[in-house]
């Protein structure tokens, strides 16, 4: 099969990428940790770690790790926000040569009891303010060892304790909790788990390229979330294509180990994650904001020193452009506004380059992908609407139902191919069965297009599509045209019940502008629309259910409807 963007790629780009560079993750890290032990790895609340330091913080909790005698390749949560130990925690277990299922920390208990059943994790490392969660399912799981972290644990000598104290007795951040020590369950503090694995040497991992690195977890927007099984070759083939990619633009730092990423999205997503990791390939550094909805300190931190990527989700950016101080910002150095997680609006793409000057450049990906999958040229001067080229040594093709590849320009399901793409579901052999193609293409569920440079166009989602008296209409599409509108922050449409149409075209609406009314709306749609595209229902709201991610939810207005 021809790819026709590869010859749209940019000057100097490679068409594919050289797993074989890495026997492992471990590898990967060990080599960034070797050359680059006395630079900067991140910053937080304005405590600064080293590459040494992360070196042998989680050197010493991989060998507490090894300590447990977990068996080979054993499951390990990772209960953490954007702080240090969520770094150390993840190198240390792979290093140890065990398996990282990261797991939101605003969990419910049900969904947390799900996924730790579901991933047979036998251990998990959880910061003490969602330790009263675990407590509720612990019982219910094969976990017997706990790590419980405090927010201050690796944060200084002096501010470290004292944030602890104030999150705990001041804010009040952390409900009483009880693991009781039931048979053969173990409950440590961070730092001691960190003190007596530095007594003890951590034995080299055997991890090879087939080894299961992550399980990473879906949102679960079908019913019950599903372990992505994401190996070793997977993760270093989307962190040498991410490197790939961005490098013609970070480039213009000069040094990439001066590079200053911001952390605003939680680590534990797989688009956050995967530009950790390339953090650590680069040895540049990350500066890790624990809370991003506190959008007045964000703004705070973003001023503090020069930044050069921002990655974040469509809410994320329209959150920012909201905030009065937010164009008191120095953009002078941002190189890359990487949006991805959901739909990127033209309307919320407009307003960033006139607020920053930096463009937004969107990409699209999965957790079955490691993030990876397209994204826009680096180089691009303005946003295109489109979700970009493939990356280095992925293949895509837009196939019909029967996995058949469609006429170019015609709409169909977006399969993709390549070294980052997920082994399987964990646990789960006909729904892997069924992810792919019979030839070897694992269906994205996206319905899409790709013109004759090889851009690709995400139309929408399969189950988001509206059906409008016998037509398909895609919210996405919608959800621009309304962007655009001006007194517009952020939209969502879906389809509700009607006797006449089948589906009625209804959308909800968060506005700058309190004088902004339906019949304005209506009046924009209705000049960028044909009829039966056009909004039957118009509603205002202050918000809409996001994600912890923030993406917008539209399943949770439909269930408010049914």
Known sequence: MTKPWLDSYPPNVPHDIDIGRYRSLSHLMEESFKTNAT?????????????????????????????????????????????PQFAVTMAGVLRAGYTCVNVNPLYTAREL???????????????????????????????????????????????????????????????????????????????????????????????????????????????????????????????????????????????????????????????????????????????????PRDIGKFVEVLKRRPFHMLPGVNTLFNALLQHPQFKSVDFSSLSVTQAGGMAASEGTARHWLEATGCPMIEGWGMSETVAIGTNNPVTATAFSGSIGLPLPGIDIAIKDDEGRTVVQGEPGEICIQGPNVMRGYYNLPAESANAFTPDGYMRTGDIGVMDRQGYFRIVDRKKDMILVSGFNVFPNELENVISLCAGVVECAAIGIPNEKQGEAIKVFVVRSDPMLSEEDVARHCQQSLTGYKRPKYIEFRDELPKSNVGKILRRELRREKA
Request: hydrophobic share 50%; aromatic share 8%; proline share 4%.
């Open 113 to 291: 009891e799900h996924q730790l059943k579901d991933s047979g994790a036998t251990a998990i490392v959880i910061l003490e303010n969602f330790a009263s969660t675990l407590e509720k399912v612990i019982g219910n799981t094969e976990v017997r060892h706990v790590a419980i972290a405090s927010m201050g644990d690796m944060l200084g000598t002096f501010y470290g304790p004292w944030l602890t104290f104030a999150v705990r007795h001041l804010a009040k951040m952390v409900p009483e909790f009880s693991l009781a020590l039931a048979q053969g369950r173990t409950v440590t503090p961070f730092k001691t788990a960190l003190a007596r694995g530095a007594a003890r040497s951590l034995r080299p991992s055997h991890a090879t390229h087939e080894s299961i690195a992550f399980l990473q977890y879906t949102g679960g927007t079908t019913g019950l979330s599903k372990g992505a099984v994401l190996t070793h070759a997977n993760v270093i083939a989307a962190v040498l294509q991410s490197e790939a990619w961005f490098s013609p633009a970070l480039g213009r730092v000069g040094d990439l180990r001066k590079v200053n990423s911001i952390a605003a999205l939680p680590l534990y997503h797989i688009f956050a994650l995967t530009l950790c990791l390339l953090a650590i390939k680069l040895g540049s550094h990350l500066t890790l904001i624990p809370n």
């Open 39 to 83: 630079r900067p790895f991140s910053v937080c609340m304005d405590q600064w770690m080293s590459y040494r330091e992360l070196d042998e913080a989680s050197a010493a909790l991989g060998a507490w790790l090894q300590g447990l005698d977990l068996e080979e390749g054993a499951r390990v949560a990772i209960m953490l926000p954007n702080i």
